[in-house]
């Protein structure tokens, strides 16, 4: 399985993590993967009735999860990492960044397990980047150890 096909899977996962702890509306088994060639967002769904997309990006300190890709390979099953968050520097490409996509587009961090930042840490650390507006996304989510809407229009 190539590296892109092993993101595709773990991003519908988080989605359907993010959809069944947030409540939002969006119709079971609607989603799909958008096609980055076309322009569209990471997933492709139908939301509140209405086509709609979501990009997705996930917290991880780089750092972090290389230690923890080396912990699972070595025999002790250990590695020593430390790193920073890029979650604003994620976010910065992610709101200068286009979609060819007529639906409205959400933004979905979310945290799979490789940083020690709280949740409200990193919406901390967020926010300050959508002082200009939120791009072509009409929210911003971020889903951790609970779901949190960051930011809409």
């Known amino acids: 399985m190539s590296t892109e096909e092993s993101k595709s899977i773990v991003e519908l996962e988080m989605f359907r993590r993010f959809v069944l ?12 993967k958008g096609l ?13 009735g209405q ?8 917290t ?3 750092e972090f999860a290389a230690a923890a890709s080396a912990a699972l390979k ?8 430390s790193g920073d968050d890029v979650s604003r520097t994620t976010l910065r490409k992610k709101l200068a960044k286009r979609y060819s996509v007529a639906c409205p587009v959400h ?9 020690v930042l709280t949740d409200e840490m990193i919406i901390a650390r967020l926010q ?4 200009d507006g939120l791009g072509q996304f009409q929210t911003i989510w971020f889903h951790g150890d609970a779901t949190h809407l960051v930011a809409a229009v």
């Open 107 to 115: 933004l979905l961090f979310y945290r799979n397990g490789l940083t």
């Open 128 to 131: 300050p980047e959508l002082a």
């Open 36 to 48: 980055a060639a076309l322009g569209e967002p990471d997933i492709l769904c139908e939301f509140s």
């Open 21 to 32: 702890s947030s409540g939002l509306p969006v119709t079971t088994g609607s989603e799909r």
């Open 74 to 81: 070595s025999p002790d099953g250990v590695a020593v990492a």
């Open 51 to 58: 086509p709609a997309g979501f990009e997705l990006a996930e």
């Open 60 to 62: 991880c300190a780089p």
